[in-house]
């Protein structure tokens, strides 16, 4: 691995402006390093030679002095962003030969700033997950492995691409998106930063729907500031979004201190549950500590309907992933299987049977059932009614405090398969990062440290919404406060 893989985005920046080296040797250097990492199963689809050409483009515009904010930075782009030109696929065979003639909009505006793509990343399919075993295109493996053993451990999902890529050091940082939990908490699992901003913060236009009222786009980035550099040229209004917020997008990264004078941070009782790892719960003490120490009084806060997120959300995420993809039909793109004599019906059906992996065919039972005539008021309603007692919790807890601490998920990376028979056992992972998903809140998780199989842990800030300022702050001085995550052994070269 070359020095100039495991810089951060700020450093990138000044390098290239410095001309201690160009964009084309820090895009070849993280081409080579995602050569090499071939058997960690990142890419689904590499981009790399239009990378390379990318680069000598940003050299000439940092030459010129016309270059973005993040010309030359070499980034991945999960496999749920449409990228015109660029096979997209979700990670699932009914979109095969899905070309978009199409940019999504974040995507768009990163490549606006300069930021290069090395291609899309492997994710659950139709990032319904926690492990990034749902792929049609075979699991990710986490570069990180537990101290003194060789097993191949999950990089948490569903932007388990993401978090593994940049957590060795393939890519700078990552798009993701989070729905319940699948940028915080693929970031807890590799040791780095993920921050999933306000709902509507970043325009879902050109985004592969899974739940629409949950789907928030993000980044995965070794730092809280690299975090902070991506959001800014990500986020923004967007007309053909009916949900995209028209607020100003500050400079975060000018703005981050890790300052918390001032700053009332809230533990959410409820969030101590049973099955935590041990450690997990002296680290989220310990988190407390680094926040007092960063000039935060800190609180006790109660969040009544925690225990209800979970089923919450796995009605309303379902229902709305049932919705979404009814339109895989076999008829307007990807996957079409036409079974000999058969009639539209047939197309249809066998279309999707063979398209739709396992776990997007129990979503789409369960949401359809739960959406169905007899069942819409006892579970689909009822749903819609606590989703918005656990909003009101937040906005409660909210009165009293500016944000929230809490750990990022109840354990580190577990091996993989090891959660595949039991999808409840899957689901409980996203106990902590589905609350704040339900209420649109901004929140984040950065590495604190380790559990007792030196496997990385993360604490999760949840902020007001628009104040991904306040949780960006915390997560700083977190960051400033707790062991620098180890950089992982490239064993896979
Ligand atoms: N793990 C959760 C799920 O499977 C969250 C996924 C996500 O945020 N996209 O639905």
Same mark, same amino acid.
């Given at each position: 691995m070359s020095d100039l893989t495991g810089m951060s985005v700020a450093a990138m920046q000044a390098g290239l402006r410095s001309g201690a080296f160009s964009a084309a040797e820090l895009v070849g250097a993280h081409v080579a390093a995602a050569e090499a990492a071939r058997p960690l199963n &990142?890419?689904?689809?590499?981009?790399f030679e239009a990378a390379m050409e990318a680069a000598r483009a940003a050299d000439q515009a940092l030459a010129a002095g016309t #270059?973005?904010?993040?010309?030359?930075i070499p980034i991945g782009i999960k496999d749920l962003f449409a990228t015109r030109g660029v096979r997209t696929t979700a #990670?699932?065979?009914? &979109? @095969?030969g899905f070309t978009p003639t199409y940019e999504s909009h974040v995507t768009a505006r990163l490549q606006a700033a300069g930021a290069i793509s090395l291609g899309k990343l492997n994710l659950d399919e139709f990032a %319904?997950?926690?492990?990034?075993?749902?792929s049609a295109f075979g699991p990710v493996v986490s570069p990180i492995r537990a101290a003194g053993s060789d097993a191949a451990l999950v990089p948490g999902g569903s932007s388990g691409g993401s978090s593994a890529a940049v957590a060795a050091r393939v890519v700078a940082a990552a798009t993701g998106t989070d729905t319940g939990g699948s940028i915080r908490q693929p970031a807890a699992f590799c040791g780095i930063a993920g921050i999933k901003p306000?709902?509507? !913060?970043?325009? !879902?236009?050109?985004i592969i729907a899974f739940a629409s009222s949950l789907d928030q786009a993000g980044v995965l980035a070794r730092s809280v500031t690299d975090c902070a550099l991506l959001l800014e040229a990500m986020a923004g209004f967007d007309?053909? @979004?009916?949900?995209? &917020? =028209?607020a100003p997008v500050p400079a975060w990264s000018a703005a981050l201190t890790g300052d918390l004078r001032g700053r009332r941070v809230g533990i959410p009782r409820?969030? !101590?549950? @049973?099955? %935590?790892d041990a450690g997990l719960d002296r680290l989220w003490q310990q988190g407390a500590e680094w926040l007092r120490d960063a000039g935060a009084e800190i609180v006790e806060v109660s969040l009544p309907h925690t225990a209800q997120a979970l089923p919450t959300y796995y009605i309303v995420a379902p229902a709305e992933a049932s919705s979404n993809l #009814? !339109?895989? =039909?076999?008829?307007?793109y990807g996957l079409r299987v036409v079974p000999d004599g058969g009639s539209l019906a047939d197309m249809y059906e066998a279309t999707r049977a063979a398209g739709f992996g396992p776990e997007v065919r129990r979503r789409i039972m369960i949401g359809t059932y739960v959406l169905s005539a007899g069942y819409y008021d006892a579970y689909y309603l009822k749903a819609q009614k606590v989703r918005a007692l656990i909003a009101r919790d937040f906005a409660e807890a909210f009165a009293r405090c500016d944000l929230l601490l809490t750990p990022?998920?109840?354990t580190g990376a577990f091996p993989l398969?090891?959660?595949?028979?039991?999808p409840i056992a899957m689901y409980l992972n996203d106990v902590f990062t589905v609350p704040s998903s339900l209420a649109g809140l901004p929140a984040m998780s950065v590495p604190a440290g380790t559990d007792s199989a030196g496997l990385p842990l993360g604490l999760q800030l949840i902020g007001r919404p628009l104040d991904e300022a306040g949780v960006l702050d915390a997560a700083r001085a977190i960051e400033q406060r707790a062991p620098a995550p180890a950089t992982p052994e490239p064993w896979w070269r």
């Open positions: &990142l890419f689904i689809t590499e981009t #270059a973005g904010p993040l010309a030359g #990670a699932s065979r009914i &979109l @095969d %319904m997950g926690s492990s990034n075993e749902t306000t709902y509507g !913060r970043c325009s !879902r236009w050109g007309p053909r @979004d009916s949900t995209s &917020l =028209d409820e969030y !101590r549950v @049973d099955g %935590m #009814a !339109r895989y =039909d076999g008829v307007r990022t998920a109840p398969g090891a959660r595949n028979a039991d």
